[in-house]
């Protein structure tokens, strides 16, 4: 079974900063390529970044230059680090995996994690 154990999001003024922890067994950290996605208030959910086993990265457009993803190998934990925080990225922000990357970029997973807050305050 695959579990995905999400930490570090919160409250943050707008153009702070957040970093979020994604982890997962060494099995899991092994086998899947893993990402992030956030879900806004009545929004559908969407793609934020993405990495693979051999750290190869991938963005949403709209992230791209702030938000830095990575994964310690070590610790079998997947990072989020988002900087220039603004409010309408206020959301739940969810770490998942999947086996191919490209599902992550298409908006699918295979495993979900079970949702950290954002709110960013203007």
């Known amino acids: 079974q695959v579990q995905l154990v999400e930490s570090g999001g919160g409250l943050v003024q707008a153009g702070g900063s957040l970093r979020f922890s994604c982890a997962a067994s060494e099995r899991t950290f092994s086998t899947y390529d893993m990402g992030w996605f956030r879900q806004a208030p009545g929004k559908e959910r969407e793609f934020v970044a993405a990495?693979?086993?051999?750290?190869?990265?991938y963005y949403a457009d709209a992230v791209k230059g702030r938000f830095t993803i990575s994964r310690d190998k070590a610790n079998y934990t997947v990072y989020l680090q988002m900087n220039r925080l603004k409010p309408e990225e206020t959301a739940v922000y969810y770490c998942?995996?999947?086996?191919?990357?490209?599902?992550?970029?298409?908006?699918?997973?295979?495993?979900w994690g079970q949702g950290t807050q954002v709110t960013v305050s203007s």
């Open positions: 990495i693979r086993w051999n750290d190869n990265a």
């Open positions: 998942a995996a999947d086996i191919l990357v490209q599902s992550l970029r298409d908006g699918r997973a295979d495993y």
